[in-house]
Nanobody
Framework: QLQLVESGGGLVQPGGSLRLSCAASGFTLDYVGIGWFRQAPGKEREGVSCISSRDTDYAHSVKGRFTISRDNAKNTVYLQMNSLKPEDTAIYYC?????????????????WGQGTQVTVSS
C-alpha cells in the first residue's frame, strides 16, 4: 500500500524554524517527484516546493526561507522552514508523482499524505 506520512508540524513564533518530514512506504522515493503543498483556512491548496531526482523549485513566497531535500536511504523528503511568518500558517501536505516529474501544480499529484498543522504565532 502506497502511503505518505507527514510529521514535524507544530506551533512556532514568528522568525522561528520547523522541519517537516514526508516519509514514504510502499514505494521508494529515488525516482519519484515530491511536492509540498499547504492550505490555509478559506484558501486554495497551493504549491510550496517540489523536488525531482534532478531539480527543486519553490513558490515565490517561500524562496530563500524554505529548503527542500531528500534522503533516499530513509525514503524521506524534508522541508526546512526558516524565518517563519504568520502567513505561513496552514496544513502542510506532501504528495507524490510516480512519473518522476515534480511541479507546484496540485493536479499533477495522485498520492497525498494526511497533512501536518503548522501554526506561526506569538
Amino acid at each position: 500500500q502506497l502511503q505518505l506520512v507527514e510529521s514535524g508540524g507544530g506551533l512556532v513564533q514568528p522568525g522561528g524554524s520547523l522541519r517537516l518530514s514526508c516519509a514514504a512506504s510502499g514505494f521508494t522515493l529515488d525516482y519519484v517527484g515530491i511536492g509540498w503543498f499547504r492550505q490555509a483556512p478559506g484558501k486554495e491548496r497551493e504549491g510550496v516546493s517540489c523536488i525531482s531526482s534532478r531539480d527543486t523549485d519553490y513558490a515565490h513566497s517561500v524562496k530563500g526561507r524554505f529548503t527542500i531535500s531528500r534522503d533516499n536511504a530513509k525514503n524521506t523528503v524534508y522541508l526546512q522552514m526558516n524565518s517563519l511568518k504568520p502567513e505561513d500558517t496552514a496544513i502542510y501536505y506532501c504528495a507524490a508523482d510516480l512519473t518522476g516529474w515534480a511541479t507546484l501544480e496540485r493536479k499533477d499529484y495522485f498520492y497525498w499524505g494526511q497533512g501536518t498543522q503548522v501554526t506561526v504565532s506569538s
